[in-house]
């Protein structure tokens, strides 16, 4: 009976840490959201809540690596247990990522000095919807342990990487022919690269999905759109 109760109690920790990680990533997809929104509106309010609410997101990382040390500390793990315990907190490090670029959006957005531009509007609103969407469907792979969902999310961001090439190539254009775009150009530069290296960071979360589930890394390179690192 003890060691079907500490059974018991080890899959509510296991249960326990994955409600958290779940939350994590419900917060970073928040703070992108309203960050990717307070570029586009210029809505400096909403970057400020933004750029605030970013502690957040840094409390429940710390929140799951302190409860996976005490459960890894009390708890003989079997492997498929200590894949997803350590998973967990990988997890949560690229997740923290993610809310890291929402909140370094929001910084940026505050100290643009002119409104955004339809056409760079609307590649930034579908990056932002594209990682958004990677997200989702990454952690879903999570939730249902599903290898396979995880294995189409991590080769699914090659546009993504298209459209960040196009939208570098439009900003650096628009230096080129007005200097007084420049200001606002490099800031939005370093909004498009931190979009890009978010999906990348939900490609390595679903490699830690799959990981976790399988026991196998995935194998081959990740597809890439040539020119983008």
Known sequence: MPKKHTRELF????????EEV???AAQAAQELEGAIRALLQSDRAL????????????YQQEQINQHMRIVLARQQAMAGDLREILAAARIAAHLERLADYAKNTAKRARVLTKKVDAQVSAQFSWMGDRVAAMLRQVMQAYDERNADEANVAWSSD??????????????????????????????????AKGLERAGDHVTDIAEEVYLMVTGSALQGPRPKVDGVE
């Open 11 to 18: 899959d509510q920790d296991l249960r326990t840490l994955h």
């Open 22 to 24: 779940q939350r994590l």
């Open 47 to 58: 970057a400020d809540e933004v750029v605030a609410s970013d502690l957040t997101a840094d």
């Open 158 to 191: 090659a546009d993504l990487d298209r459209i960040y090439a196009s939208l570098f190539a439009h900003l650096l254009q628009q230096m080129e022919q007005d200097v007084t775009s420049i200001h606002d150009a490099i800031q939005l530069l370093f909004v």
